[in-house]
């Protein structure tokens, strides 16, 4: 079945670091593939996604480019900030309307 | 505007007894969804609603759990005879109809259900 692999967490990077969440997925078909994030005490939000193959979804300073040579979905931003720090979640679309998800990555940005 | 609220946000309970958590949509979604996250892992599908109609009810882990949907509105998950496995946060999500890839689902904070 579809199934999402991400980074296990969690990171912590100072701010302005580079940040780099790995992410491949297994599916049948095309999928469509996400990144949620969710801060603190809040629920989750889409950050960006891409619905085919090479494309680039970007979002906040984040980008994630589909690579279906690789089944990969990287999340990578150039400068964290302090802020960013939330639990940021893959997912993947292959049909009809259920999200399959990653385990989830928790960063934390320190000043 | 208002987005997907969910009530309570915490719930603990004696194993044994009934639950009901509640989820308010953004007005206006026909899509509604119900995921499940147990603690160091990724979400669950559960249940998805198109109006009040659940035309897929595959992701439910067990009889013990019902959900309904009334007025194209407000949904409601029941879980029956509580265990400690049910014990998770239990998200719901809306959008304006199915298909993910194209309709956004946008997600309440949660109600995180604790079974001693």
């Known amino acids: 079945g579809d199934s999402v692999t991400q980074m296990e967490g969690p990171v912590t990077l100072s701010e302005e670091a580079f940040l780099t969440i790995n992410c491949t997925y297994t599916a049948t078909g095309y999928p469509s593939l996400f990144w949620y994030v969710q801060y603190p005490g809040e629920g989750l939000q889409l950050l960006l996604k891409?619905?085919?193959?090479?494309d680039k979804g970007s979002n906040k300073g984040f980008e994630a480019t589909y690579r279906k040579e690789t089944t990969s979905f990287h999340l990578e931003k150039g400068s964290v900030q302090v802020s960013d720090s939330a639990v940021y979640f893959c997912a993947l679309a292959s049909s009809g309307y259920a999200l399959n998800f990653g385990k989830g990555t928790s960063l934390l940005v320190t000043p | 505007g208002a987005g997907v609220s969910q009530s309570p946000s915490n719930k603990v309970t004696e194993k044994g007894k009934d639950v009901e958590l509640r989820c308010d949509p953004i007005?206006?979604?026909?899509?509604l969804y119900w995921y499940r996250q147990r603690l160091g892992q990724g979400l669950e599908f559960l249940i998805y609603f198109q109006g009040n109609s659940a035309p897929d009810k595959s992701g439910l882990p067990s009889d013990r759990f019902s959900a309904e949907r009334t007025g194209e509105s407000v949904s409601t998950l029941t879980i029956q005879r509580t265990q400690q496995e049910d014990s998770a946060v239990y998200l719901c999500?809306?959008?304006?109809?199915?298909?993910?890839?194209?309709?956004?689902?946008?997600f309440g904070p949660g109600t995180r259900l604790t079974v001693l």
């Open positions: 007005s206006g979604h026909t899509a």
């Open positions: 999500a809306s959008s304006l109809t199915r298909t993910p890839t194209y309709n956004e689902q946008f």
């Open positions: 891409a619905t085919k193959a090479d």
